[in-house]
């Protein structure tokens, strides 16, 4: 008897097509590079998900972990549970209807709380341990990404402006001790990010022509926007924001299998607003402390707030609280401490 089927390994996101042959002694599995062979015991059958599937897990360490996506008729699966395949049952206690209500509540509960506190607690503080090699790979997929629909080579602003300000930036990188190289891009005309700067995983920043432009090329005010992107690389938000990103995902998936998690993201995304709220103040905050530590002048950095305090997309779109932000720039270097690294949350 031969079905096919979907391997995932648990190792690679990536989907392998399989064979699966059903023996009397055992389930080969054939894969384009190989085969494996599991006996029934080590094989755990799912009841059947909505699409028809069933899944078939394996646990067989240390030889594979993994998991079988597939279809299979009735008289299959009564088959491998003959031979000895465990049959899951957590799906059958969900449809009585107080373990679906005491579930739901303690769901909402753990989701909450995952992603409120858990997520972004464990994404800050696993940042900084990535390797730079896999924060790179992550960057530099962004970065091709971003060139492909968003911006394009420099060409609005002069060669001397340009030069002005990548020597102010490697002034603010060497002065903060943060590596970092610095792009000047100009938008394609179908962009979505509008004026803006970003801050890549790959410790490059693109800061687009059209910003300086809108800040009528204030060196100043670019100086404090390229301070702000250097504190977000130095407190690893982009990292943060990708593992909660990624634990949200998973946990998503964890808890409801196939069933869609539209209604976990949506409260799940306005909670991360928070978030991302409080990564901005600590780059602001960051930003004014190096400005203020090499002598300049931080309150132009309020210029940014003030000329998109208009729009509707651009730096504000991932910038939020543009008053309160632009009137802690106005407030100078009053209250301004300074330290090279992230360290005081
Ligand atoms: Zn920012």
Redesign the pocket.
Known sequence: MNIQGTWFDGYQSKPQPAQLTFNPDGLRLSLPDRQLDFLYAALTVSEQYRNGHYQIQVRNPPFADGTIECELAPDQQQYILAQGAKSSTRWAAWHHPNTLITSLIALVLVIVVAVKWLLPGLAMAAAPFIPQSFADGIGEAAYEYLYQSEVQPAQLLSEKTKRMIEANFDELSRESQEPARLEIVSLQASNSIGPN?L?LPNRTILLTEELVEQLDGDLDAVNAVLA??L??LAYY?SMQALFSYMGLSAMSAVLFGDVSGAVTYLPALAMQMDY?RT??AE??RFARDLLCAMGKDPTKGALVFNALGEQEAG?LS??PGSRERSEFFEGGCVNAGYSHRAANF
């Open positions: 700067a801050a702000h992107e504190g977000h938000h991302s990564a901005e780059a602001d730096l991932s910038h």
